[in-house]
């Protein structure tokens, strides 16, 4: 069954260091999305990514924030300079059709020391 | 923004009972998905639903939409340990793009 993979789990940084985390999504879906989860909060909304271009970003996806699709397989999400407020489970999903049935990747954990 | 606020925060029941878990919209419900989360895991999509009144079921979980209440249940029958983890409801923020989640219902089976 295709799913959505993300690498790395886990990835420690320093505070003001840049991080890229990386997904593939499924195969022949067509827009990606990534969220965030802060240890005991709910799963926030980052931004959406359809047709080479950001569709919809949420206020937490300020200029510290870039997406990318730099080849046919791979979406990315860069923070340029990260902040202890960055520690959290990243989430990337994709969908084949808008908000059809997004499937989710396992995550990656970022700490932020 | 929407808010949504999923009722109870936590529940343990026991092998065998049935359980409902509500999720309740603060805006208009375009689409509302269910999701369950292992600890530490990922989303599992579970089931979408759009249509008021509309009513799905996968195994033994069974989800409904009241539009007119902004409301949506998720009911297990026949609870297993294998229903354990944390389920969310999701909705879709009128956007076509985003899901706004709500904070989750943590569900603990025991035998």
């Known amino acids: 069954e295709p799913e959505v993979t993300q690498t790395p789990s886990h990835q420690v940084t320093q505070m003001g260091q840049e991080v890229i985390l990386r997904c593939v999504p499924i195969s022949n879906h067509l827009y990606f999305y990534w969220y965030r989860q802060i240890l005991g909060q709910k799963v926030e909304f980052l931004v959406s990514f359809y047709n080479n271009e950001i569709s919809e970003k949420s206020e937490i996806f300020d200029d510290q924030f870039s997406v990318e699709r730099p080849d046919g397989s791979n979406f990315t999400l860069k923070i340029r300079s990260t902040k202890l407020e960055d520690s959290a489970m990243y989430f990337c999903?994709?969908?084949?059709?808008?908000?059809?049935?997004?499937?989710f990747g396992p995550g990656t954990r970022l700490t932020v020391l | 923004s929407q808010e949504l606020e999923q009722s109870p925060q936590s529940l343990i029941v026991q092998e065998g009972k049935n359980l409902t878990i509500n999720c309740t919209s603060s805006?208009?419900?375009?689409?509302l998905y269910w999701y369950k989360q292992k600890y530490g895991e990922g989303l599992i999509f579970l089931m979408m639903?759009?249509?008021?009144?509309e009513e799905k079921s996968h195994e033994k979980i069974t989800a409904k939409l009241d539009e007119k209440k902004q409301q949506s249940s998720l009911h297990i029958t026949a609870s297993q340990p294998s229903h354990a983890g944390i389920y969310l409801c999701?909705?879709?923020?009128?956007?076509?793009?985003?899901?706004?989640f709500g904070k989750g219902t943590s569900l603990l089976v025991t035998p």
């Open positions: 999701g909705a879709d923020d009128n956007s076509g793009y985003a899901l706004n």
């Open positions: 639903l759009q249509k008021g009144g």
């Open positions: 805006k208009t419900l375009y689409g």
């Open positions: 999903a994709s969908s084949r059709q808008g908000l059809n049935e997004q499937f």
